[in-house]
């Protein structure tokens, strides 16, 4: 099974990518100041739902399979860089928004909320790129059966983005306010997060393929 310090690097690197602004957070935020807490939660279990799509998807072999094939693990591994850096672009441009600048959203039923958060996040590239080039560097098949230590390490990233992102959900007005409040600190946030994300890009980018 997996060691004690190889998952508590895992679960590092998952509580990273959870705090790395992507389309989860900015839909978590916009939806819990437009709608409220109770909206936020159910959005939230779409997301949940959608990133038990890609544990079982990881967890069946589809990483192994990329991972193998080493024009599709080049072609993954600038796809996800291309895409870190159009977020780091939209942070930076002229007139960007922050996430914790929710956008204005009209109400929706508990069923689409469900379903908005699923698709927010089965359709997430940047889960996508965390499953695939991240998620196999820990499943070692000398430790015992890859299936069970998919399972584990997927269920250990569950845990961390739904517990960060449930604080966000419970938080969002209160920050968002706050950010509103202090114009300055939110072009602050966005400069930080902008150029964060340009060196995750960069650093994927010259990311060699694992043999």
Known sequence: MIS???????????LLVVLTPGPNMIYLVSRSVCQGRRDGFISLLGVVAGFLV????????????LLAVPL???LLKWVGAAYLLWLAWQALRPGARSPFDPQPLPPDSPTRLFAMGFLTNLLNPKIAVFYLSIFPQFVDPNSGAVFAQSLLL????IAVSFSVNLLIVLSAAGISGWFGRNPAWLALQRYVMGFVLAGLALRLAAEQRRA
């Open 4 to 14: 004690a310090t190889e998952w508590l690097l895992f679960a590092g690197a998952a």
């Open 54 to 65: 890609h544990m079982f998807a990881a967890a069946a072999g589809l990483t192994a399979l």
């Open 72 to 74: 599709a693990y080049e």
């Open 154 to 157: 997927g269920l250990t990233q």
